[in-house]
Every structure is written in C-alpha cells, then in structure tokens.
C-alpha cells in the first residue's frame, strides 16, 4: 500500500511521496471546505485514462497530510455537484469526511505513530488527502496498553484486529442493540466466551428468556429453569411477595398491611416453635423483608387467628383473601421452585452458591431460563436474583465479580414507568449506577432500545450497535454517540450479519466492526433447533406437548438439582425433623402434605411431642 521506510522521525519529506519513484497518482484530492467538525474534499472519481478507481467509497477512513501531523477523517457522503457522468475527460467529485482525530508520528527513531481523539490544527485550504496508511490506522485503534481482547476484525482493513478494552467494558457495563436475526445472540455468545478467558474469576448470571444460551456455552454454564430452580419464597421481600400473589395485578393496601405484621410473626414462629405469636422488638426484630425461613402453615394460622379476634371483624373479609391468595399460590404446580415443602430449612447458602457459582468448579457461568416459568414470577424472580447480586457483591468487598447479563431487557425495564415490576427496576438500576463501585456489572441486550429505560441505557458506557431499522431505535442510540462519530451511525439500517458499530470506554475510538466466525455448534439455540426438526414421517407428540402444558407433577416425588429430598411430612422446625422419619397414620386430605402440618393440628397453638 505505501513503501515505508525503516524508521521515521517526524515528516520530512512529503507524506504521500516516501521515495520519488512513486507517482503523483498517491495524491487523491485537495480540501476544499472544513468546519469545525467535517471537512469536504475535491476528487476525481477515475483517473487521466477514463478508468474508474472506487478509491472513494463510504465508510473508508482517509488521513489528511499537515506537515507534522496527519488528519484522520472518515468518508461519509460522496457525489457530483452537477449529477452528471461524462465520459469525456475526468469526473470531479465532492467527497464530505467527518474529522475524528489526528496521528503523529512518535519522538524516538522507529516508534509507532500516536492518535489523539480531537483536533488541535485543522486542515487548510489546499491540504493533501490520500489513502490511510495501515500503522495510521493501527494507531487510531490502539488501546495504549489497556488490558484487551480480540472479538473481531475491522470493516475497514479485515488484517487489523478490532480490541476493546475488557476491563473497562465490563466494569462500566456495556449494550448491544440490534434488529431481530443480525446476530447479538451469537455476539453475546463471543463476547462472553472471551471475558472468560480473559477474566477467570468472573462470574456471570444470564437472565435468558428464550433457552438458548446453554448450549453455546456447554463447558462453563450451568443450566437453572423452572424444575431446576430452588428459590424459597421466604427469600423474597414483600414487595416480590406480593408480585407473586396478586399475580401482577393492582396489590390490596390492606392485604399487604396485615403480611407486613404476620410474616415476622410466622418467621419468629419458625425460630422459637414454642414462643406463640410474641414478636420479639429491638435491633434483632425480624421484619418482613428479611431472608429468614418460615413456613406457609404458620403463616396461614396467624391468619386464622387474626380472624378469630373480636376486634378483627371488619378486617376478616381482607384476611380471608389474603388466606385464598397464599393457598391458591402455594398449591399452584408452577410455583413449585417457590412452595416446595423441601426448601422451609434454612437453605440460603446452598441456594446462593448454586446460583451465583460459588465456589464456581470449572463453571462460572449460570443461564437461567425461563422459557417455561409464568410471565408473572419472572418479574419477581428476576428483582431476588438482582437483588442477591448487588448485595453479594457489596458484602463480598470486591472478592466476587459478577456480570448480570439481561438478554431482552426491555422485558424488565420499559420505558414507560406504568409497565413492568417496579423492585426489578429499582434492582437493576442500582446495579447500573452503584454496581461497578463493587465488582457487580450489568450486559443489557436489546432489539428495542427505544422501549428501554433510558436511565439504564445512559449508565451503560461502551455501546455494540448492530443493524437497527426503526427510526426511533436508531435516534436513541444517536444520542448516546459523541457528536465527532454521529456520522458512522448512517449505517446503521444497512450493516451485515456480524457487524456492529462500538463506540464508548471501551474501545479507543468509533469502530465498524465484523465478530468472529463462531463454530456452527456453539451458535445459540442451534440445539434446540436441531431437537425440533421434525423428521420425515414424524408426528407431533400431542400427549408430551399436554403434559407440558399442565405442568402436574407425577404422584412419585422427583428429586430437585439444588434440593436434599427429606420427608415432606416434616418441616424444619418440627421437635424430630432432624430423626428418622416415623409411620404417620395416613389422611385423606393432603393439605398436611402441602403444608407440612400434622394432622389435627391447623390453627392450633403447637404442642410439644
């Protein structure tokens, strides 16, 4: 492309004639207009024997010659002032750049040229440009020494890597937007694939709504869904609580007022059996909010006796909802993972690591699918493992780092502040704007960044624009570029698969960008769909698809991943629970299987064995 020398100390000769065999063909045009940000430049589009040479194209990066430095411009828009082809003499063009920076050369013999974001001495009038030199545009990507990965190659040069700065992609958090089927899945894929390798103690928690990450990632994930999954609801606070009972309808003030005073109450229960409704007060009160086990039954009988009160007639009409809620929840098959009769012991160390890999053993990843769970627990779920995430890694004082990637995020937080669940917004905001301060970071992907909380979006600092097609999409994302690089968003509605525009901490500067080839085998959700071809002669299986439907456990107890199978007669508490479990006498009822009551005991006072 250009003969260079062995070593350069500044320019002293000129910049587009390094030896004087080359030919004033290197000198491709003359700036003619510049303000404070683009510059336009006079050209001919073929050469002095007619041929066209397509040496101005959009999106070419060219270097202006100044003497001691050289302008660096990106090409942005090209035409003919009088819309008209000859094909009598040369055609003249007006090329329009948009100035992104300048280059040096370094001040010791034979030192890489340097790039400065800014311009500190703009092109003349008459300035030279010409064809960016390949070290130029090395330079203009260099990272400086940042710790870096390779996720790519540039759109401009395919032999020069595209780097981004991991550590400060990560610890600011980071966006990838784009239109259904251009590949973020695959991106996300590579991405994190790379951060592993370059961060082993990273661990990362996938929020994935469509199962398919799994199998992209089968040597360092752990796969938790819906039958997997062991969350106990005494986990929750009261706010996720009651997202679960009402079901993501309006919540009663009345309903929430009375759990607000009996669950402390069930959970001081739990702690002293022997204890009756007494509520102990003081700085080791236990309140509603607090992640201490306690169980359903003892729950239901503060009801029940809240409701034999004489002063609590007008208030039995409220507790009588409340009481059909909680049943109805905790008898519902698809809040198993919930109200499981297994998870009333104290289970929080289990669960935690379980899900947040610790100690991780090789696998420090954890896709969290659901895929199959209600669309309105996800809303809770998604706010305890936020949640969880951002105390984990407050209280671990930096020793855990953790990635909450939110694949679909606009699920959990809409712009419009009327949709959604409030907690989960609040969870993942607080990861957004404290979480970097403590090792917890937050990977927001999209294909509707314009239906995202902007709050969110303006915490996240590196940015991967893929194609986008919806003007008001492309409009958000434009307001997060700086106004020197505004002019690479133009290709935002005509990238190709693979592409993307990364802007922001880290990279050095605006980059059009092509993600590395992934093996066929490792591309997200390519398992699944390879289970779902239907062969030749195949038939639907109409029973399975019912069965998953219903959601109805089988009579016989299937044992949990993360659950030790125990008695589920028994709850934690009770006098023998830790003993071999002895021949109860049968009941037709199985409440006191649900429950973990004993017979003849519901609503009365517990009375020692």
Known sequence: MYVEREASVGEPTSQERRQTEQNDKRILGNVVQCDGARATISAYADDADGAVTGLWTVGKMISINLGSTRTVGLVYAIGKSDRAWSNEGQNAIEVSIELIGEVRDGAEPGARPVFDRGIT???????????????????????????????????????????????????????????????????????????????????????????????????????????????????????????????????????????????????????????????????????????????????????????????????????????????????????????????????????????????????????????????EVVNSVCSVLARLAFDLALWSEGKLQLLFLCEEAHRYMPADPRLGFAPTRHALSRIAKEGRKYGCYLGVVTQRPGELDPTILSQCSTFFAMRLANEQDQAIIRSAIADSSASTLAFLSSMGQREAIAFGEGVATTMRLKFEKLPSHLLPGTAKREEATSKPGDDVDLVAIVERLRNVPKSTQQAMAFAEVVDSGRQAGDPDYRKPPAARPPSDDDFDMRYGLKPATFGLRPQND
Request: charged share 25%; glycine share 6%.
């Open 121 to 375: 001495t703009y092109p003349h009038i008459g300035a030279i440009a010409h064809r960016i030199r390949t070290r130029d545009l090395q330079a203009v990507y260099d990272l400086a020494g940042r710790h870096s990965i390779t996720i790519g190659t540039l759109a401009q040069d395919e032999t020069i890597a595209a780097n981004i700065a991991i550590d400060d992609t990560l610890a600011r958090h980071f966006a990838i937007v784009g239109t259904t089927g251009v590949g973020k899945s695959t991106a996300v894929s590579l991405l994190l694939r790379k951060s592993i390798a370059a961060r082993p103690d990273l661990r990362i928690l996938i929020l994935d709504p469509h199962n398919e990450f799994a199998a992209s990632l089968p040597e360092y994930c752990v796969r938790v869904d819906s039958k997997t999954l062991d969350l106990p609801f005494w986990m929750f606070t009261l706010e996720e609580f009651a997202e679960v009972l009402f079901r993501g309808r309006e919540t009663e003030p009345e309903e929430i007022d009375a759990l607000r005073d009996l669950i402390p109450a069930a959970k001081n229960l739990y702690r002293n059996p022997n204890s009756g409704s007494y509520i102990r007060r003081g700085s080791d009160a236990l309140t509603a909010d607090t992640p201490v086990p306690y169980r359903i039954a003892d729950l239901l009988k503060q009801i029940d006796e809240r409701m034999g009160m004489l002063e609590s007639k007008t208030d039995r009409p409220t507790l009588k909802s409340l009481k059909t809620r909680i049943e109805s929840a905790a008898a519902d098959p698809r809040y198993r993972f919930m109200f499981n009769s297994r998870l009333i012991e104290d289970t929080i160390h289990e669960t935690i690591g379980n899900i947040f890999r610790v100690p991780h053993h090789g696998r420090p990843v954890t896709c969290f699918e659901m895929a199959g769970m209600p669309s």
